[in-house]
């Protein structure tokens, strides 16, 4: 392994190749990302901790030299208009002419001063090295001054500003020569390299504690992200119980308070799914192990009457029957819990009603339950009326199931607020306070042998508030006025706005 994966990994907060997550006493294998967060965050953060030390230390020098540029200009063309001015006085230049206005000038010395007559001619020259007098000057900033132009020129270069400036000497709007002025400065380009020299190192040192503290940064916030994703792992594999230790009021501490909250609602989601699986297979196990008894007890007994055989062959159709009721109801809970939303349609909870307990009153007349339908008017809602008659019928049927004998059921609908009520109250021994919350949970029996012997199944007000929560209804449970219990649905009235947004949808 290269040093630049060492490296890598420690940052990533890993361990030793090949290294496993150990929680619980299991070994996860952990994957490793070929480009960890916390290099696309020092790559990120080094190339805006780069950009802005460059401009740091191009745009001050750039500044300062435009400024130094600006400040040479001033001075050399000032200077240049001032000697040419001072010789427009004399009508024609000549070398002892020149020679006696620069002496009466008190001029500020400069690295080179040249005079030409009209012809390009060089009358005065301040080199000592080189000096042109008697020479053709053949600068070109001499050849555009004697055209009638003001130039200057200046740059940078081997650690000094050389600057020129050259202006026509025009009396009377004639040229009759040319003001040549030449500077070399070095003490300027010095002081400016100083101040870049500092920048420097003032930039290196900025960008080393910088890198540092990125170093650190990412390698804080890699490790909560590495640990958060280690998390899901374990999650992943089945260990609903571990939780992530969370401090700090940053986004990834919520991150990882949502992720302890979805771990929670998976265990209790996983406890649910494994005890319905044992409830399913309870409640199935059942009637198939009576049908399997008393289908044994018929095919071994060689003398048994007609009439036991008449009973037992009942008896497995009764079994067969509680079987199939349990898995039509466990089908229904399917297809409720995938959202399969039937066609809605425009449905009279009074019709739905009155056909309901039509179909039961067989079942009340059986134990001399009274069913009564206590309704002012029509009322409408949005549902698939299939599904609106398992809830009415579940709530009817439990209510006889589980009433006293010679006892009553009534059923309530009205309209109120823009919201349909139904309303089932039976005159049973009612729901003990402390079942009321679990009542709703599938296969949960208030009383285990009495909804045996009723046959009961412990899904019907699973369905019943499951089914209602697809259409947007509710279910309430309170104890009834007089004694029993009191079942009331609740369901928005039908909007005859929905049918017209559905047709124009359509």
């Known amino acids: ?210 890198l540092f503290l990125i170093l650190l940064f990412t390698r804080a916030l890699t490790m909560r992200i590495t640990e958060l994703v280690r998390a899901m792992r374990i999650v992943r594999d089945g260990n609903y119980d571990y939780l992530l230790k969370t401090k700090g009021a940053d986004e990834i501490t919520e991150l990882g308070d949502e992720f302890n909250d979805m771990t929670k609602r998976l265990r209790n989601t996983e406890n649910l799914r494994r005890r319905f699986v044992s409830d399913a297979s309870h409640e199935l196990k059942t009637p198939l192990a009576s049908i399997r008894l008393l289908s044994d007890s018929i095919a071994h007994s060689e003398q048994m009457s007609v009439d036991t055989m008449r009973e037992f062959v009942s008896d497995i159709g009764t079994e067969a029957e509680r ?87 009534t059923v309530c609908i009205s309209a109120e607020d823009r919201v349909a009520v139904m309303t089932v109250e039976d005159t049973g021994v009612g729901i003990p306070e402390e079942d009321i919350p679990h009542i709703f949970s599938r296969f949960y029996r208030v009383d285990q042998s009495r909804s045996v012997e009723a046959g009961g199944s412990g899904l019907g007000l699973s369905i019943v508030r499951d089914a209602a929560g697809l259409y947007g209804g509710s279910v309430q449970v309170v104890p009834g006025r007089s004694r029993g219990a009191e079942f009331k649905v609740i369901f928005p009235v039908y909007d005859e706005n929905e049918d017209t947004e559905n047709e124009n949808l359509s």
């Open 1 to 210: 392994m290269d040093i630049f994966s060492k490296i890598s990994r420690f940052f990533r907060g890993a361990g030793p190749p090949g290294d496993k997550a150990e929680e619980n006493g299991s070994a996860l294998p952990v994957k490793r990302a070929k480009y960890g967060v916390w290099l696309k965050f020092m790559v990120t953060f080094f190339i805006l901790i780069a950009a802005l030390l460059t401009i740091m230390n191009i745009y001050p020098m750039t500044a300062s030299r435009d400024l130094v540029f600006e400040s040479k200009q001033s001075s050399l063309q000032n200077r240049a208009s001032v000697l040419s001015s001072s010789l427009a006085a004399l009508d024609t230049l000549t070398v002892e002419g020149v020679n006696q206005v620069m002496e009466l000038l008190d001029v500020i010395p400069l690295d080179r001063i040249i005079i030409t007559d009209d012809s390009g001619r060089i009358l005065y020259d301040t080199s000592i090295v080189d000096s042109g007098v008697g020479r053709f000057a053949l600068f070109p900033e001499i050849s555009r001054a004697l055209s009638g132009s003001v130039v200057f020129y200046s740059k940078y270069s081997d650690g000094a500003f050389m600057s020129r400036a050259a202006a026509p000497v025009t009396p009377g709007g004639r040229i009759i020569g040319a003001v040549y002025l030449y500077e070399y400065d070095s003490k300027q380009a010095e002081l400016i390299a100083g101040i870049q020299s500092n920048m420097r190192s003032i930039s290196l040192s900025v960008g080393a504690l910088a």
């Open 323 to 409: 079987l199939q009721r349990t898995t039509e109801k466990l089908l229904t809970l399917t297809r409720i819990d995938d959202g399969a939303l039937a066609a809605k349609s425009k449905v009279n909870m009074k019709d739905v009603a009155e056909r309901t307990l039509r179909m039961l009153s067989p079942l009340a007349g059986e134990r001399n339950i009274s069913l009564y339908l206590n309704t002012e008017k029509d009322c409408f809602i949005s549902i698939y009326e299939d599904d609106l008659y398992r809830i009415v019928f579940n709530l009817i049927e439990n209510a006889i199931k589980y009433n006293t004998e010679n006892g009553s059921v």
